[in-house]
C-alpha cells in the first residue's frame, strides 16, 4: 500500500506548531520512540510503517508502506522503519508538589526534549513551560525526549503568573549566584532555567527567592557559561542528592 495524497499533506503539515494545534495531533518517527508511546497514554491515530514494524493495534490503524513512501514523511535523514500520529492530550491540572522546572523561553528543540528526559531521570513530574517556549510536540522535541514525554507532566502557561501564584521556594540559576555545592536545598521548590542566550529575563528575575550558580573549576575561565540542558541535568542531580 502506498500512502495517500493527503495522508502526506497531513504528515507534512505536522511540521508547524499551527497545525498540531489544528489538528490535535503529533509525529513520532522511529522503532524506540513509537514503541515508548504505543505501551503509554497517548492515543494513537496512525501508524506508517515498513514490513517488518511489528504492531499489536488494529489493522484500520496501520498503514503498510514501502520505504520510499516512509522517506517522504520522515524529517529523518535515515528514516527508521514506522512514523506514527499521535493524539495531543489535554494538559492535566498543575499539581505543584515536589520539585518543579520551569522554563524561560527555551528554543532550542534538542534542549526541550534532552530536559524533559533529564526530568523523567530524576523523578520530577511536571514541567512548567513560558508560552515562549518551544513546543514540546515539534518532531526534533519528540526524538530528543526518547519515550520520556509520556512520564512527565508538560504545561504551557503565563510564567510570570505562574510564579506570583506558587507558594513554594524558587531558584534559577545565575552566574551571580551562591554555590550550588555550598547551598542547602529543599525537596520542594520550583527551579527556573532560561533561555539559550540570555538566560532568565530580568522579569522573571525579580520574582525569584534564590539564585545558585554552578561554578567554573577550569583554569582557563575562558567557559562563558553551560549550555542550559546541561546546567539543568547538574542542579537537579544537586536537588535530589540528599532525598
Known amino acids: 500500500m502506498s500512502i495517500s495524497k493527503n495522508q502526506l499533506k497531513l504528515i507534512t503539515s505536522l511540521s508547524q506548531k499551527k497545525y498540531r494545534q489544528k489538528h ?3 509525529i513520532a518517527e522511529g522503532v524506540k520512540v513509537v514503541e515508548e508511546l504505543l505501551n503509554s497514554s497517548f492515543e494513537v491515530e496512525k501508524l506508517f510503517c515498513t514490513g517488518d514494524f511489528v504492531s499489536d493495534l488494529s489493522k484500520d490503524k ?4 514501502s520505504e520510499a513512501d516512509l522517506k517522504k514523511g520522515s524529517t529523518l535523514k535515515t528514516p527508521n522503519r514506522v512514523l506514527g500520529l ?4 489535554d494538559e492535566d491540572v498543575i499539581k505543584n508538589k515536589g520539585l518543579i522546572v520551569a522554563l524561560d523561553a527555551i528554543n532550542d528543540p534538542g534542549n526541550l526534549g534532552t530536559i524533559i528526559r533529564l526530568c523523567d531521570w530524576f523523578g520530577v513530574d511536571e514541567l512548567i ?3 515562549d517556549t518551544v513546543d514540546c510536540y ?3 522535541v519528540v526524538q530528543a525526549s526518547m519515550g520520556s514525554l509520556k512520564r512527565v507532566s508538560i504545561k504551557y502557561l503565563d510564567l510570570k503568573s505562574y510564579l506570583l501564584e506558587i507558594n513554594l521556594p524558587t531558584f534559577i ?8 555545592y555550598n547551598t542547602s536545598l529543599p525537596k520542594e521548590g520550583v527551579l527556573i532555567m532560561g533561555n539559550e542566550a540570555n538566560g532568565v529575563s530580568e522579569e522573571i ?9 554552578i561554578p567554573r573549576f577550569g583554569e582557563t575561565k575562558e567557559t562563558e557559561s553551560l ?5 539543568t541535568a547538574i542542579l537537579l542531580s544537586e536537588f535530589k542528592r540528599n532525598y
Open 24 to 26: 490535535k495531533l503529533f
Open 138 to 140: 515539534n518532531q526534533k
Open 173 to 180: 540559576a545565575d552566574m551571580g549566584g551562591e554555590n550550588v
Open 129 to 131: 513551560c513560558s508560552k
Open 227 to 231: 549550555n542550559v540542558a546541561t546546567a
Open 86 to 89: 499521535f493524539k495531543i492530550p
Open 205 to 213: 528575575k525579580n520574582l525569584i527567592n534564590h539564585k545558585i550558580s
Open 62 to 65: 496501520i498503514v503498510n508502506i
